[in-house]
């Protein structure tokens, strides 16, 4: 259980954040990785941060010539990948320690191609008292209802898969490449909570709840090139299916994570 993992990482004004994230990926128990930073044109401090890093040969860091997205980022991420893992973690995110060995041995031990870990909020600086999960397995169907997995939480082993590349959208554009991976495997549940989502008011998540509509529409109308209709009946499960995943896919904790 040594093969390479590429760690897929998309950077857009995160100098705030960026540094604890690298170090995350610096503190795994598992050694054999590749970190591909993929800056989009920042215009805070985050490319003096990335740069202090690059002594280390595993950190490959590119620039993306004009602001383009982080669907962009992402797809060269992808296209410059080396291994058999992908691992996805955006750079405002963190792991725990072990979370690509323990999660890479769970998926060989079951033969699994495509996973997912339970993870924990930080919002604003504040950790919510909940550890998020989801379905133990999400098929083609459930993958369509809604998207139950957060981005830093995913593997999957790109010999199954293949390359994925994704259209350009703004936004939900990691539920894309979800939706392209179900095509190819089911998803898995990790049920360990190995993931941490720094939230904060101006992340790109963010936003009402019309334009989080609109953009729920976008990815199947222009994503993924559905007919309208079908677009309009896969936006409004997605809306229905979401109030269920908030209510039933999340277990209250005490515990504060020591990161």
Not at 69 to 85: D, F, H, M, Q
Not at 119 to 147: A, D, E, F, Q
Request: with cysteine.
């Amino acid at each position: 259980m040594n093969e390479l993992v590429s760690i897929v990482m998309p950077s857009f004004n995160t100098g705030t954040y960026i540094n604890e994230t690298i170090k995350s990926v610096l503190s795994q128990t598992y050694g054999n990785w590749e970190l591909i930073i993929v800056d989009d044109c920042s215009t805070d401090n985050s490319d003096k941060i990335i740069r202090e890093y690059l002594v280390d040969q595993r950190i490959r860091y590119f620039k993306n010539e004009n602001n383009s997205g982080a669907a962009v980022s992402r797809n060269r991420a992808l296209r410059e990948a080396r291994g058999r893992w992908i691992a996805f973690l955006d750079s405002d995110d963190l792991w725990a320690p072990e979370k690509l060995e323990a999660q890479i041995e769970y998926m060989e031990e079951n033969h699994y191609s495509f996973s997912y870990t339970d993870y924990m909020i930080k919002y604003n600086g504040t950790w919510l008292p909940y550890i998020y999960t989801g379905p133990n397995v999400v098929n083609r169907r459930r993958m369509y209802n809604y998207c139950y997995i957060f981005t830093s939480t995913v593997i999957y082993d790109r010999n199954k898969i293949g390359l994925i590349q994704i259209e350009n959208l703004k936004k939900n554009n990691d539920y894309a490449m979800w939706l392209q991976v179900i095509e190819k495997s089911n998803c898995y549940r990790f049920p360990r909570c190995m993931s941490y989502y720094i939230k904060h008011d101006d992340s790109i998540s963010g936003g009402s709840k019309f334009k989080l509509i609109k953009w729920h529409y976008k990815l199947f109308r222009d994503g993924l090139h559905k007919g309208i209709v079908v677009s309009i009946i896969f936006t409004l499960r997605n809306l229905i299916f979401g109030i269920i995943k908030k209510v039933v896919y999340k277990e209250k904790t005490n515990v504060i994570p020591n990161i």
